[in-house]
């Protein structure tokens, strides 16, 4: 019943700037970790940041200092708020989520739908 949805994606000149959204909705005890992936064509899906429930947060080499992830605990969403991008940017971006449903249930990896981004002049 869990779900993640993302939003946000679309085309973008190098050298911009977009803002990827996640919610999570449905049943919902806890939320653990948040993390955006990506995935290019050709290529397996990475990591591109994480960020867990008390604030810890680590990203990819090939997007620190132009990339930020953050969350709203109160909204269950998490961003992605991207700048300087670049082509090799370009991929589908997928939001995961370790989520709880019930207190007396166990948890669940979550994979929203994908978004994607596209960096081209």
């Known amino acids: 019943q869990v779900q993640l949805v993302e939003s946000g994606g679309g085309l973008v000149q190098p050298g911009g700037s977009v803002r990827l959204s996640c919610a999570a909705s449905?049943?919902?005890?806890?939320?653990?970790?948040m993390a955006w992936y990506r995935q290019a064509p050709g290529k397996q899906r990475e990591l591109v940041a994480v960020?867990?429930?008390?604030?810890?947060?680590n990203y990819a080499d090939s997007v620190k200092g132009r990339f930020t992830i953050s969350r709203d605990n109160a909204k269950n969403t998490v961003y992605l708020q991207m700048n300087g991008l670049k082509p090799e940017d370009t991929a589908v971006y997928y939001c995961?989520?370790?989520?709880?449903?019930?207190?007396?249930?166990?948890?669940?990896?979550?994979w929203g739908q994908g978004t994607q981004v596209t960096v081209s002049s």
């Open positions: 960020i867990t429930s008390d604030g810890s947060i």
């Open positions: 995961n989520a370790d989520i709880r449903p019930t207190a007396l249930f166990k948890w669940y990896n979550s």
């Open positions: 449905g049943s919902i005890f806890s939320i653990n970790h």
